[in-house]
């Protein structure tokens, strides 16, 4: 095969399931995170990083065969690639596709890194944590999440 098909190589089509395009170079992995996927469940999951956009620079992507994401998913994601679109394929046509928008809220995805909050606890409470400025603070107790969004979603 010649250099210029190498070039021209792409990941292929899915049949149904979810394209996320648009993601901001380099954070493919943190969204695989966000969505519990670490390749033990089966799905047949694409990745392409920094891949050439004229709107990012560089942008990644991520499909995912079979699978719709919750809103709760989409609201995380939408605070480590804020110009994601969510492409919803139903054989192989795409079906609906909206932008992710940055939510007030985010539930149930991060865990709070305060040990002694009661979302960390053994108790049947939802972490919450209300979107600010400068990250995501948990409503129960105050803890601000800044930096490392990544490190601290919740494993499935
Ligand atoms: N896609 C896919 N499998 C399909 C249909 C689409 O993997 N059966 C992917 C495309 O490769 C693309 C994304 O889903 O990465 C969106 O598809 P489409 O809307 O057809 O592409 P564009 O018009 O280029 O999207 P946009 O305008 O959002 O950039
Ligand atoms: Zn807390």
């Given at each position: 095969m010649s250099g210029d098909d190498d070039q021209q190589l792409r990941v292929?089509?899915?049949q149904n399931g979810t394209v996320i395009d648009h993601i901001t170079g380099g954070q493919a992995l943190n969204v695989l995170a966000i969505l519990g996927i670490d390749g033990t469940s089966g799905e047949s999951v694409s990745v392409a990083m920094n891949m050439p956009s004229d709107r990012l620079g560089k942008k990644?992507?991520?499909?995912?065969?079979?699978?719709?994401?919750?809103?709760n998913e989409v609201d995380v994601l939408s605070l480590i690639a804020p110009a994601a679109s969510i492409n919803i394929v139903r054989d192989?046509?795409?079906v609906e596709k909206h932008r992710v928008e940055r939510p007030s809220?985010?539930?149930g995805v991060l865990e709070c890194p305060n040990h002694?909050?009661?979302?960390?606890?053994?108790e049947p409470v939802q972490s919450r944590f209300?979107?600010?400025?400068?990250g995501v603070r948990c409503?129960?107790?105050d803890t601000i999440i800044r930096d490392e969004l990544p490190?601290?979603?919740l494993a499935d």
């Open positions: 292929s089509k899915i990644d992507i991520v499909k995912v065969e079979g699978r719709e994401l919750s809103q192989y046509d795409v809220v985010v539930v002694n909050c009661i979302t960390t606890e053994d209300a979107v600010v400025d400068d409503e129960y107790c490190a601290h979603i």
